[in-house]
């Protein structure tokens, strides 16, 4: 028996779309994370882009459970000293709820250069709207 290598050039790529209504958004994320990895697939190759491309959509209507909206902050420096900032999750849900998605995505990414290209397949809308309809996005559902 030979062991398959998936080879970056030769990998099949397929667009999914994603509801986030009242989804979880560490389950969203986790399972959006292993798409966009590869690791739904049978050719999964651990040092090769193998994942598809997701899109999210209605991320303002993403779940957090118990008083997480109170008490878990967003934080993030500007590179000044002194430059820590934090934001709420509930400001930052009303505000950049999208932001919010793609960074819980983006924790659960390879912190490497390979993290950063899968990365670069995720889109994520706060409305149930998207442009991407030439790509043909089948519809991916949640466990």
Same mark, same amino acid.
């Given at each position: 028996?030979?062991? /398959?290598?998936a080879h970056?050039?030769?990998v099949? +790529?397929?667009? /999914?779309?994603?509801?986030?209504? @009242?989804?979880?958004l560490g +389950?969203?994320a986790s !399972?959006v994370?292993?798409?966009? +990895?590869?690791? =739904?697939?049978p050719?999964?190759?651990? =040092?090769v882009d193998?994942?598809?491309?997701?899109?999210v959509?209605n991320s303002d209507?993403?779940l957090?459970?118990?008083k997480?909206? $109170?008490?878990?902050f967003? +934080?993030? *420096?500007t590179g /000044?000293i002194g430059?820590l900032k $934090?934001i %709420? /999750?509930?400001r930052?849900m009303a505000e950049? %709820?999208?932001?919010a998605?793609y960074?819980?995505?983006r924790g659960?990414l390879?912190?490497?250069s390979l @993290?950063? !290209?899968?990365?670069?397949?995720l889109?994520v809308y706060? @409305?149930?709207?998207? =442009? *991407?309809?030439? !790509?043909?996005? $089948?519809?991916?559902?949640? =466990?």
């Open positions: 028996m030979k062991t /398959y290598m970056a050039e030769t099949e +790529r397929k667009w /999914y779309v994603v509801d986030a209504t @009242g989804v979880p +389950r969203l !399972q994370a292993a798409v966009l +990895r590869g690791k =739904n697939k050719t999964f190759t651990p =040092n193998t994942g598809d491309f997701v899109i959509l209507k993403v957090l459970t118990g997480k909206l $109170e008490k878990k967003y +934080r993030y *420096h /000044y430059g $934090e %709420s /999750y509930g930052m950049k %709820s999208d932001l998605v960074e819980a995505v659960m390879p912190k490497n @993290g950063r !290209q899968m990365l670069k397949k889109r706060k @409305g149930g709207e998207h =442009n *991407h309809a030439a !790509q043909k996005p $089948e519809e991916l559902k949640l =466990n």
